[in-house]
C-alpha cells in the first residue's frame, strides 16, 4: 500500500467513516465526560447503573414487624374458632408446618398416646400466643399444662397429724393444648387475617363471633367507641382494655408516691408507638402515649 491509501484509511478511521468491511471507531469516554453521553452509552449497551445507588428498595424488610405483632396479639388472642381437626392434649402440644397439609398419621398418633384435649367441631379460644424465631406458640383454652390449685396442696397440721382439706366443689376445668405453627424460616410479616389462614388447617375462625361482641354492646358508650376505635381510656376495667388492644406484652408493677400500688400495661416499644395503660387495682387511671 502507497503512502497515499494509507494516509486516506487513517483519516477514515479517525472521522469515523463506516467503510465496507471496517467497522466504525469509538472513542472510550474518560471519566470526566458528560454524564448524558455515559448514560445513553450504557443504555445502547444494555448496562445499567450500579444497583442501589439513588434506588428505593422494592421490598419492604423481611420478618415479622413489631407493629404487625402488636396487631396479631390484639385481634387474634382471645378469639374463639372452631375445630376442624381434634387436638391433642399433652403439655408439649402439636406442631403443623405452616402452609402444609396435616400429617394425619402423626396427628393420629398424638391422639392415641396423649388424648383429645378438643374434638373436631369444638368452639375453643386462644389464650395465648407466644413468638419463637421461627414458630408461633398457640395457647388452646388456657394451653396443655396441668393447671396447678395450691388448695389441692395445703396440709392442715392438728396435734401430730396432718390432714389435707377435703376438696372443695367447683367448675370442671376444660381441657386445653397447645397448637405450634412451624414456618421453617423467620417468621414472616403478615396480618391477623394471614395467621387465621395459615391456621385453617385446624380452626374454622369465619362463623365464629369476636370473643368481645356481645358484651361490648352492653358498656357504656363510651366505652364502646373507644374499644371501636381500639383506644385505652380512664375509667376502663382489664377486660375492656384487652377488648380495645389486646393483651400486653410487657407489665410493670410499683407504687406511687401515696403508696398505692400500680400496674403499667405497655404496648409497643420505641421507637415504634409505644402506649402506657396505668391501672389502680382493676381501673384504668392514666394513659400516656408515645410515637
Known sequence: MDVRSTLVLVAALALGADWSGLAPFHSTPSSGGDVTSI?????????????????????????LQPESRILLIRYVDGEFARLVQSLPAGKKGFKVAAGKPVNMQKLSDALRLYGTAASQG?????????????????????????????RQHIQIGIGNVDATPPPTAGPPEIA????????????????????????????DFSKQHS???NWVDTLPPQFQEAIKDHRAVVGMDQEMVIAALGRPEHKVREKDPEGNETEDWIYGSPPARTTFVTFLGDTVIRVKEFN
Open 122 to 150: 369444638d368452639t375453643v379460644q386462644i389464650t395465648n400466643l407466644e413468638f419463637r424465631s421461627q414458630e408461633i406458640v398457640l395457647q388452646i383454652n388456657g394451653g396443655g399444662k396441668k393447671h396447678f390449685h395450691l
Open 211 to 213: 370473643a368481645t361482641v
Open 39 to 63: 448514560a445513553l452509552a450504557m443504555a445502547r449497551s444494555g448496562e445499567s447503573p450500579a444497583s442501589g445507588e439513588g434506588q428505593t428498595p422494592d421490598h419492604p424488610p423481611a420478618g
Open 176 to 203: 386445653g393444648a397447645t397448637l405450634t405453627l412451624d414456618y421453617g424460616r423467620a417468621i414472616p410479616d403478615m396480618s391477623p387475617d394471614d395467621l387465621k389462614h395459615d391456621l385453617s388447617a385446624f380452626m
